[in-house]
């Protein structure tokens, strides 16, 4: 019985100790499986990044990607990826830092100036919709949501929506320079219902943005009713513009299509949605492809050899 | 009665109410809280889900994938796994953490000498009060990296160390400090003449401790394993933070990731709607069900062992 606990004992320490010691030394070893990494189904994170690498039908399905993949949320998959040598994931590119590799997608560099110059690919645009002008409850709600439009332009504007992950326009004015603009917001509307929808992705940033618009517009209340890209023009110049579930400012985390079309001025960008593959920093990878990435998660690829020798 | 004794007995009486008062609040509280899970929980099996159907029962006890389909345009659901993977990581749990904890708890309360005791005892108890967030942020960042290297010791490729050893590490260092303190009341409670009386028949102390103070206190240690299973079941932030949220099951391998019930209902929980949304207070149920199980089992196993008689 000692014997035993005594033997028990030496292979726990052996194997603890050299568990601590850790680091393999013998570099990057190819015939190791690709760990994947992801989001789960409700996250828009993960819906901006499967349609991005051609691979929408496992936005909100499981079942189509590689067996035994991890589902954890944005930092969660930053963090793995500092320990996980043979692991690969994708994060908002807000939250990308130094200490994973941030891979090059089909050649061009993860970073804020390539997304605004609309180089670099793996992004989805957020974009907003309006009533037709004339077409709102009132003149006030009319004006408010042309503050709105306006503030979204701004450095103030800017500084929200970088805070929710997502990546500003180029702007360079500041809401005070432009406010005199704007006289409607001096007034005090909170008696004013501005109604926000359309694309759920895009929810945290409006509400944010509105929460932040609000005190600096005369206190009109937002309202947001998030239910998904196509019911952003629908419900603003679409068929149920008139209905129930009308909305003054409407959202789209796409391009609007053909049958979108609305008045002239009445549509727009607000931000970019960037999303970065990540891997290890000790990994060889430096750039990716969509196919790669569509290989990867559908288990096509299992091994790091498979993506480097095809 | 004069007219002090009856004032003393009116605020006697007045203070009772107000007892009375706070019971029936938070008794009342728990039920509020089961009746309004339970109609959340059923509305997945009893409604058609805006048009999806019926969520089936038994598929959804027994099968071995979380969600067959695209989300919110499926039904499928399933848990069977979940619960086998919840059960198996509670038992692992308890098997590592049972023993540490009542070995420390008996170190504190026969070996160590007063001062220690003392120290050790407030360190416990600061453990027992660290919220769990805490031990997971520790999980994600020390446990993980070790369990990863570890599993590479022995020639496997963990993910990333998301595994069961690393959800079991995590549980056992949260159970631990309420066994620890639970078992050391039961171990100095064990009345001393028995342990006098094992001394002066010739044995040592180590003797003692093990084969008259242990087995004199084990119904407390029993009951610290109890809360220290209802712990484990019941622990979700820090699990999904390490467990690597496995899709389907069963996930018994040490270095596979897995997913319990309490994780599987907080992932995505803040951004989901619909039979997606109802299906987590489905698992809900289900997971108040394995814990009164459990703990129902437990207790008997409990008296049919703890026949010694300790306060």
Redesign the interface.
């Known amino acids: 019985m000692k014997k035993f606990l005594l033997l028990v004992l030496t292979i726990t320490s052996v194997?603890?100790l050299?568990?601590?010691?850790?680091?393999?030394e013998e570099g990057f070893d190819t015939s190791?499986?690709i760990?994947v990494?992801t989001r789960?189904?409700?996250?828009?994170t993960r819906a901006g990044f499967m349609e991005g690498i051609g691979f929408g039908?496992a936005a909100?399905?499981?079942?189509v990607l590689v067996?035994?993949?991890?589902?954890?949320d944005n930092t969660?998959i930053l963090?793995?990826?500092k320990?996980?040598e043979?692991?690969i994931g994708y994060i908002a590119l807000a939250s990308l830092n130094n200490t994973v590799k941030g891979l090059s997608f089909n050649g061009v560099a993860p970073n804020v100036q390539n997304v605004i110059n609309n180089t670099y690919d793996l992004k989805r645009p957020f974009n907003y919709v309006l009533r037709a002008p004339g077409d709102y409850e009132s003149p006030e709600v009319e004006a408010i949501v042309n503050a709105f439009v306006a503030f979204l332009g701004t450095t103030d504007g800017a500084d929200v929506i970088m805070d929710q992950g997502a990546v500003a326009l180029e702007s360079s004015k500041t809401w005070d320079e432009i406010k005199n603009d704007h006289d409607i917001c001096s007034a005090d509307n909170s008696a004013i219902v501005i109604r926000f929808g359309g694309s759920d992705s895009i929810q945290k940033v409006a509400e944010a943005l509105s929460a932040a618009f609000a005190p600096k517009c005369g206190n009109f209340v937002p309202e947001h009713d998030h239910t998904g890209s196509s019911d952003g023009f629908k419900r603003t110049q679409g068929a149920e513009k008139d209905g129930d579930n009308a909305k003054d400012i409407g959202f789209a985390s796409r391009p609007f299509k053909d049958s979108e079309d609305g008045v002239d001025g009445t549509q727009g960008q607000l931000a970019w949605d960037a999303i970065v593959a990540i891997v290890h920093l000790n990994n060889e990878l430096d750039n990716v492809t969509a196919a790669d990435l569509k290989n990867i998660y559908a288990g096509d690829f299992t091994t790091w050899a498979d993506l480097f020798e095809k | 009665m004069n007219t002090s004794t009856r004032r003393k007995k009116r605020v006697d009486q007045l203070i009772r109410s107000v007892f009375l008062v706070a019971t029936l609040l938070s008794a009342s509280f728990i039920i509020i809280i089961v009746i309004f899970i339970v109609i959340k929980g059923i509305t997945p099996f009893i409604t058609n889900n805006d048009g999806l159907g019926v969520v089936n029962v038994w598929t959804f006890l027994t099968g071995t994938?979380?969600?067959?389909?695209?989300?919110?345009?499926s039904n499928l659901y399933s848990i069977g796994f979940i619960i086998l993977n919840t059960l198996y990581i509670a038992f692992l749990t308890l098997l590592l953490s049972l023993p540490v904890g009542v070995l420390t708890a008996l170190f504190i309360a026969k070996i160590a000498p007063k001062k220690l005791a003392e120290f050790l005892r407030t360190i416990v108890e600061l453990l027992a009060s660290i919220p769990s967030i805490v031990y997971g942020l520790f999980g994600?960042?020390i446990i993980?990296?070790?369990v990863?290297?570890?599993s590479?010791?022995?020639g496997i490729?963990s993910?990333?160390?998301?595994s069961v050893l690393a959800t079991v590490l995590v549980l056992a260092l949260m159970t631990l400090p309420t066994i620890t303190a639970i078992s050391e009341v039961a171990i100095r409670s064990v009345r001393k003449d028995i342990e006098e009386g094992s001394l002066a028949l010739g044995a040592t102390r180590t003797q003692t401790n093990f084969k008259v103070v242990l087995t004199s206190a084990k119904s407390g240690i029993f009951a610290a394993a109890i809360l220290g299973i209802g712990r484990s079941l019941g622990e979700a932030t820090a699990v999904?933070?390490v467990a690597?949220?496995?899709?389907?099951g069963p996930n018994l391998g040490l270095f596979?990731?897995t997913t319990t019930l309490t994780s599987t209902m907080l992932?995505?929980l803040k951004?989901?709607t619909g039979v997606?949304y109802d299906i987590r207070f489905s698992v809900g149920i289900v997971l108040m069900i394995v814990i009164l199980i459990t703990n129902f089992i437990l207790n008997a196993v409990k008296k049919r062992v703890g026949n010694v008689n300790v306060k």
Request: charged share 20%.
């Open positions: 194997g603890v050299s568990a601590c010691g850790g680091d393999n190791k499986n760990t990494y789960d189904t409700s996250s828009g039908e909100e399905n499981d079942n067996d035994g993949f991890v589902t954890n969660a963090t793995a990826m320990t996980d043979y692991g | 994938v979380w969600l067959k389909g695209t989300a919110f345009q994600i960042g993980l990296t070790f990863y290297n570890l590479s010791v022995f490729q993910k990333g160390g998301n999904s933070l690597g949220n496995a899709k389907s596979d990731i992932q995505g951004e989901t997606d």
